[in-house]
């Protein structure tokens, strides 16, 4: 039996979860509550009320298991519904009779967890790292600059910071030399970081790092590792600059096309505008040309019973 309000995070939960739901859609015995469909690559949910009342609850899930947690982790698992009209559900690989292909449904939630988990890391660690200095720096009086260009990137300034003896209490690299550690938070946000740069603030630091594509990866330390970023091996970090330069030119690609989309849907929302208002004023010079025939017609006919009169 699944429970699914312990450990959602788990892999067991997460194949606990695929697993039941493929062997409740697989089992004839409950196929007019929930079945494949005729082409195998989704399920139908038949019976919403039985599957509420007798399989959901009895079946595989704690008595208090609702319906939007269900859909939840159906969501969760990457389902999609198919048919506005029936509860039919699909996902690419989960197939009636390839029950192998879950395991990539499985690898597929894992992996998108491991990558919440770590952004939430960083998200904590800003948080954590912002309230430990935050007293300390605004009583802090202005600095000189790091003494390194400003027009320099953020990795190139980073590795000088890390790789300089002088400060290893406060940062330095880690015993592997894969990553770094900033050993002294406090110091680190009193000295390095404001002659790093004056107007670098802890949260846009951290900002950084994620955005050149270091992880947080000791939960008890502050420590921070990109795979380009190793002692020794300084000409990588070019890597990870390049690296970041596609990134930003793939944003702006996509800014641009978004913007050209926006643009044409403007263009065509006028477009509409334009030709609704003229079919308007073609109905209302139709009608008025329409109104002053019959006028005219009327006329005749009121002339032509005049003259009937008259004989």
């Not at 390194?148 to 209490?169: G, I």
């Not at 330390?221 to 930003?248: C, G, P, T, Y």
């Given at each position: 039996m699944l429970n699914m309000n312990e450990n959602e995070g788990s892999s067991t939960s997460i194949s606990n979860f695929i697993t039941t739901i493929y062997d409740m859609v697989d089992d004839l015995s409950s196929d007019s509550i929930i079945s494949w469909s005729q082409s195998g690559k989704s399920f139908i949910i038949w019976n919403p009320e039985e599957f509420y009342n007798n399989l959901l609850q009895t079946f595989c899930f704690k008595a208090n298991t609702n319906?939007?947690?269900?859909?939840?982790?159906?969501?969760?698992?990457?389902?999609?519904?198919?048919?506005?009209?029936?509860?039919?559900?699909?996902?690419?690989?989960?197939?009636?009779?390839?029950?192998?292909?879950?395991?990539?449904?499985?690898?597929?939630?894992?992996?998108?967890?491991?990558l919440y988990d770590q952004s939430m890391d960083m998200f904590k660690a800003k948080e954590l790292f912002a309230r430990q200095v935050k007293k300390v720096e605004d009583q802090l009086p202005p600095h000189n600059s790091y003494p390194t260009s400003k027009r320099r990137p953020f990795p190139n300034k980073l590795y000088e910071m890390v790789d300089d003896p002088s400060s290893d209490a406060i940062i330095s690299w880690s015993q592997?030399?894969?990553?770094?550690?900033?050993?002294?938070?406090?110091?680190?946000?009193?000295?390095?970081?404001?002659?790093?740069?004056?107007?670098?603030?802890?949260?846009?630091?951290?900002?950084?790092?994620?955005?050149?594509?270091?992880?947080?990866?000791?939960?008890?330390?502050?420590?921070?590792?990109?795979?380009?970023?190793?002692?020794d091996r300084r000409h990588l970090v070019e890597i990870i600059i390049s690296n970041d330069k596609e990134k930003q030119d793939q944003l702006r690609k996509g800014y641009a096309r978004q913007k050209k989309l926006g643009e044409a849907r403007e263009l065509f929302k006028l477009q509409i505008e334009e030709m609704l208002d003229m079919r308007k004023k073609m109905r209302k010079a139709s009608r008025k040309k329409m109104k002053k025939a019959k006028k005219v017609k009327e006329q005749e006919v009121r002339l032509q019973h005049i003259g009937?009169?008259?004989l």
């Amino acid at each position: 039996m699944l429970n699914m309000n312990e450990n959602e995070g788990s892999s067991t939960s997460i194949s606990n979860f695929i697993t039941t739901i493929y062997d409740m859609v697989d089992d004839l015995s409950s196929d007019s509550i929930i079945s494949w469909s005729q082409s195998g690559k989704s399920f139908i949910i038949w019976n919403p009320e039985e599957f509420y009342n007798n399989l959901l609850q009895t079946f595989c899930f704690k008595a208090n298991t609702n319906l939007d947690c269900f859909f939840s982790y159906l969501d969760t698992h990457d389902f999609r519904k198919i048919d506005s009209g029936k509860w039919e559900f699909a996902n690419d690989n989960f197939v009636g009779g390839q029950r192998h292909l879950i395991n990539n449904i499985i690898s597929c939630v894992i992996e998108q967890r491991v990558l919440y988990d770590q952004s939430m890391d960083m998200f904590k660690a800003k948080e954590l790292f912002a309230r430990q200095v935050k007293k300390v720096e605004d009583q802090l009086p202005p600095h000189n600059s790091y003494p390194t260009s400003k027009r320099r990137p953020f990795p190139n300034k980073l590795y000088e910071m890390v790789d300089d003896p002088s400060s290893d209490a406060i940062i330095s690299w880690s015993q592997s030399g894969r990553s770094f550690i900033i050993l002294n938070p406090k110091e680190f946000c009193k000295d390095l970081l404001r002659r790093f740069s004056n107007t670098l603030h802890i949260s846009l630091f951290f900002h950084k790092l994620e955005r050149f594509g270091f992880k947080k990866i000791d939960p008890k330390k502050w420590e921070f590792a990109n795979d380009n970023f190793v002692r020794d091996r300084r000409h990588l970090v070019e890597i990870i600059i390049s690296n970041d330069k596609e990134k930003q030119d793939q944003l702006r690609k996509g800014y641009a096309r978004q913007k050209k989309l926006g643009e044409a849907r403007e263009l065509f929302k006028l477009q509409i505008e334009e030709m609704l208002d003229m079919r308007k004023k073609m109905r209302k010079a139709s009608r008025k040309k329409m109104k002053k025939a019959k006028k005219v017609k009327e006329q005749e006919v009121r002339l032509q019973h005049i003259g009937l009169c008259k004989l």
